[in-house]
């Protein structure tokens, strides 16, 4: 609304300047009609806005949305925590709208590939985007992102939190825990190597965030994704990776890798011996990434509301709620507005962060 009124000021700043160079024409304009011009200001401006012109579907169209499946996109390689989430609520959506999702996994550029194809959709409902918290880390790690992060997105619900973050080890570490861990990584900057699923994204933000407060230098070593990095982690060829529980539960149980610590304010009841980064020492430090659905901008409100409701009704469904739990999530849907205010939010605090942690690529 903003950029609309500021086009408007200047679309008439430049019609009044001009009519004050020719005193000629000043008596033939009328009140009336600088009002008509005034109109037609306004329409001029708001037919050039992308997807304004659109027609408004129908309420029968509403009623009647989804009439096929809808394509989810996740802008990451598959193998991650999304893939869960996103085949998990696409399931069950089906129940609820008739239809289900179908996933797109498109990795690449620490997910701003895939965010970007989504920004370009059609705003026809039938393109949704799965993504995390990096949403409002990219914007930070790349000044000239081929989409706007607030702009190009119309926001549909927030839908899940993390427990937390695992802080994982290459078997054969010499340290016994997160404390051990961090001593030894203070006395010895830059020996020890971190990998993460690409530059920018909520794992690169999560391991900057702890290198910063544990006071250490770790050396980053980007993967295209999450698989990738845990593939390396497993075979020592990096030391740490720091992710989502659920990706890294399965190899920590099979002892492919050592669990250090977790990201949480509290303990993880699928792993109740592993201590929280506070219980060892790094005080205050939690770091628990969200994920939430995004329409393209400008998708009518009809579609976004008839998706958040089936949404919400489908993080309601306890079966929902203890898979995501058995999985290191917790349910938590919002409106479009309230997870509008969230990014802004985050994207603010991001920035801030940035003025004291570097992360570029070292």
């Known amino acids: 609304m903003f950029k609309l009124k500021y086009q408007l000021n200047r679309i008439l700043k430049i019609c009044k300047t001009r009519l004050k160079s020719k005193p000629e024409l000043q008596s033939l304009i009328s009140p009336k009609l600088f009002s008509t011009c005034y109109v037609i200001a306004v329409c001029t401006t708001l037919s050039a806005i992308p997807g304004f012109s659109q027609t408004v579907p ?6 009647d949305f989804p009439s096929h499946p809808i394509k989810l996109v996740v802008p990451y390689v598959s193998g991650g925590p999304m893939d869960v989430i996103g085949r998990l609520i696409g399931q069950k959506l089906q129940t609820q709208l008739g239809y289900g999702f179908v996933l797109e ?20 409902g039938y393109t949704v985007l799965l993504t995390s918290s990096s949403h409002a880390s990219l ?19 927030l839908a899940i939190n993390s427990v937390g973050f695992i802080i994982a080890a290459r078997p054969d570490l010499p340290a016994k825990d997160l404390a051990d861990f961090i001593a030894d990584a203070k006395a010895n900057p830059n ?35 999450v698989g990738q990095a845990l593939t390396e982690l497993m075979a020592g060829r990096i030391d740490i990776f720091i992710g989502a529980a659920n990706a890294i539960l399965p190899y920590i149980k099979s002892g492919k890798v050592r669990a250090l610590g977790i990201t949480a304010n509290k303990r993880w009841s699928e792993l109740p011996d592993l201590q929280t980064a506070d219980e060892q020492g790094l005080k205050g430090f939690v770091y628990a990434p969200w994920y939430g659905f995004w329409y393209p901008a400008h998708t009518p409100i009809g579609y976004v509301n008839k998706m958040n409701s089936a949404i919400l009704k489908v993080l309601e469904d306890r079966g929902v709620k203890q898979a995501l739990f058995d999985q290191g999530f917790s349910t938590v849907g919002t409106s479009s507005t309230e997870f509008s205010k969230v990014i802004l939010s985050e994207i603010a605090k991001n920035e801030k962060l940035a003025t004291v942690i570097d992360f570029s690529e070292k």
Not at 139 to 157: A, H, R, S
């Open 58 to 63: 129908s309420a029968q169209v509403i009623k």
């Open 105 to 124: 996994n498109k990795g690449g550029a620490g997910g701003a590939i895939g965010t970007d194809l989504v920004a370009k959709s059609a705003p026809d």
């Open 191 to 225: 020996k020890y190597t971190y990998g993460s699923g690409g530059i920018g994204n909520v794992m690169h933000f999560a391991a900057e965030s702890f290198s910063s407060s544990a006071n250490v230098k770790l050396v980053h070593v980007p993967f295209k994704g």
């Open 139 to 157: 914007p930070i790690i790349y000044k000239n992102l081929p989409y706007d992060p607030i702009n190009d997105f119309t926001p549909i619900t």
